[in-house]
């Protein structure tokens, strides 16, 4: 069975940084794409990072130059590098596969920005 668990949320200053990790489970992420979205109080859940099988990668244009979507698929993670983190990033960070036709959802992180 196909599980997700997102890690390395927390509380940070405007302009600090996190890293936020996604183990997999019941599959291989080598032969997945893979994604991390997001939802802010109040907002949809939007894409942040994805990466393809071949490992192709497209970001949010919010996000461009400030975040880095990688995979390790020997240790079957994906991480999410989160540098000159602002205010409007605060939300609930989830990682995302699809397994033939089902979405799969890890239970979120949450990351914080704040003084």
């Known amino acids: 069975q196909v599980q997700l668990v997102e890690s390395g949320g927390g509380l940070v200053r405007p302009g600090g940084s996190l890293r936020l990790s996604c183990e997999g489970s019941?599959?291989?992420?080598?032969?997945?794409?893979m994604a991390w979205y997001r939802q802010a109080p109040g907002k949809t859940r939007e894409l942040v990072a994805e990466i393809s099988r071949g490992g192709s990668i497209n970001y949010a244009a919010f996000v461009m130059g400030r975040f880095t979507i990688s995979r390790d698929n020997a240790k079957n993670m994906l991480y999410l590098q989160m540098n000159s983190l602002k205010p409007e990033d605060t939300a609930i960070y989830y990682c995302?596969?699809?397994?033939?036709?089902?979405?799969?959802w890890g239970q979120g992180t949450q990351v914080s920005v704040s003084l």
């Open positions: 995302h596969t699809v397994e033939w036709t089902t979405d799969y």
């Open positions: 019941g599959f291989s992420l080598s032969t997945h794409a």
